[in-house]
């Protein structure tokens, strides 16, 4: 059974830099072809996605807001770690990962498990 | 980036009625090699997470009932789900992922009942 949960601060100020750690079970980042990803969405909003690690520890950011993401894994605790620099309360959202299974070749990036979501607040 | 556009913003259809959301890329989605086309839908319910419903434009996900369809390809897209009921109430996006792993999702449909 595959389970992802996000979890991170409730409230940041402007600013500050955001963490959040996705811990997941049931499927392991060290298979061919695991990715996990972080998608945002703010509050009555579109789904927007931020970041991905695949197993082989490739990273990708979304154009827009790559200058101001970090994403890495640990693939022992099997949790994935996002973090997000200089919040602004614009990036006010929850926040949730998601799971890819794309074996080799196969191109499936869409996400069959994603997590509850956590919502960030950014206010002073 | 591919922009993914949806039609329309939300829409009310009776109960047993048949609901009909319309998904548009930027630019092609379908990859000529393989003739499939990269673009899945979600089904995203109040205070909870995106569920994937469709992949592969027409694939219905294990568990998703049949009276959820989706067609297109290249750039034109549609979800239909052909007789409404009160638990489908929700919003649905899809997304792209030709440009992997950089997908992009649409801005979503609201669904209700008439």
């Known amino acids: 059974q595959v389970t992802l949960r996000e979890s991170g601060p409730a409230l940041v100020k402007p600013t500050q830099t955001l963490t959040l750690t996705c811990t997941f079970s049931g499927f392991s980042l060290s298979t061919s072809g695991m990715c996990v990803s972080w998608i945002r969405q703010p509050p009555g909003k579109a789904l927007e996605w931020l970041a991905l690690i695949d197993w082989d520890d490739d990273k990708y950011y979304s154009t827009s807001l790559k200058t101001r993401l970090t994403i890495s894994k640990d693939t022992s605790k099997n949790q994935v770690v996002l973090t997000m620099t200089n919040m602004d309360p614009v990036d006010t959202a929850t926040y949730y990962c998601?799971?890819?299974?794309?074996?080799?070749?196969?191109?499936?990036?869409?996400?069959?498990?994603w997590g509850q979501g956590t919502l960030v607040t950014v206010s002073s | 980036d591919i922009v993914m556009t949806q039609s329309p913003d939300s829409l009310a259809v009776s109960l047993g009625e048949r609901a009909t959301i319309n998904c548009k890329s930027s630019q092609s989605v379908l990859y000529s090699s393989n003739n499939k086309n990269y673009l899945a839908w979600y089904q995203q319910k109040p205070g909870q997470p995106p569920k994937l419903l469709i992949y592969?434009?027409?694939t219905r996900e294990s568990g998703v009932p049949d009276r959820f369809s989706g067609s297109g390809s290249g750039t034109d897209f549609t979800l239909t789900i052909s007789s409404l009921q009160a638990e489908d109430v929700a919003v649905y996006y899809c997304?792209?992922?030709?440009?992997?792993?950089?997908?992009?999702f649409g801005p979503g449909t609201k669904v209700d009942i008439k």
């Open positions: 998601a799971r890819i299974w794309a074996p080799r070749g196969s191109g499936s990036y869409y996400f069959d498990y």
């Open positions: 997304q792209q992922y030709y440009s992997t792993p950089l997908v992009t």
């Open positions: 592969w434009a027409s």
